[in-house]
């Protein structure tokens, strides 16, 4: 069946450093989504792409989907200690499946 | 806002008792959720239903978990009996539809319920 995997598992950067997370699928992907679940809280909606070679900004943080749909990458630039969670890519494979990701744990040191 | 209500958010009970969470997702949302989520892990997507009717109920321990969305709004999961590798955060979230030509929608998450079993 479709698998999500996610790396690095665990980072921990330093505040006003950048990070970056990468999802990638076993299956083309119709869309991605990613989410964002603070410590103790439930996983946020942050962003959904659709097209190949997609690229999509919020404020500090790139979104960006992969030319063959299959894989995609969150960029926080200059972290902030709100930035704090585990990020989660999900994605569906046509109507079929929808799978999260493990998620990449992000810890900003002050 | 318009949220997902989920009671209880704690559960503590001991193995072999029955257990059973709720929830009611947001007004108008025809899709359904309920996924278990480990500690340091993603969702796993146990049930989902459109309306009233299951859509992919694969991933269910149908041996001892059964869930149902009688009326098409609110939603039971029970689980009964439970087993210690039983806890875990169970998350229900809910959509306007599962997917739009093709595209999966965005999933609204409710604040879940821990259940620890004893």
């Known amino acids: 069946g479709q698998q999500v995997m996610q790396i690095p598992q665990y980072q921990h950067v330093q505040e006003g450093e950048d990070f970056t997370t990468y999802c990638n699928s076993s299956?083309?992907?119709?869309?991605i989504q990613w989410y964002k679940q603070r410590p103790g809280g439930h996983p946020v909606f942050l962003i959904q792409l659709v097209k190949s070679g997609e690229v999509k900004k919020q404020k500090r943080l790139t979104f960006q989907f992969g030319e063959a749909k299959k894989n995609s990458s969150l960029h926080i630039t200059a972290t902030q200690t709100t930035d704090v969670g585990t990020y989660f890519c999900a994605g569906g494979d046509y109507g079929q499946n929808f799978v999260f990701g493990p998620g990449t744990r992000l810890s900003v040191l002050p | 806002e318009a949220e997902v209500a989920q009671s209880p958010r704690y559960k503590i009970t001991e193995k072999s008792q029955a257990v059973a969470f709720w929830c009611d997702p947001i007004?108008?949302?025809?899709?359904l959720y309920w996924y278990r989520q480990i500690l340091g892990q993603g969702p796993e997507l146990l049930v989902q239903f459109q309306d009233e009717s299951v859509v992919d109920d694969s991933q269910l321990p149908k041996d001892r978990f059964s869930a149902e969305r009688l009326k098409g709004v609110d939603s039971t999961l029970k689980i009964q009996p439970a087993e210690l590798g039983d806890s875990a955060m169970y998350l229900c979230?809910?959509?306007?539809?599962?997917?739009?030509?093709?595209?999966?929608?965005?999933?609204?998450f409710g604040p879940g319920t821990r259940l620890t079993v004893l």
């Open positions: 299956t083309t992907l119709s869309n």
């Open positions: 979230a809910s959509s306007l539809a599962w997917v739009s030509s093709g595209i999966y929608n965005e999933q609204f």
């Open positions: 007004s108008g949302h025809a899709t």
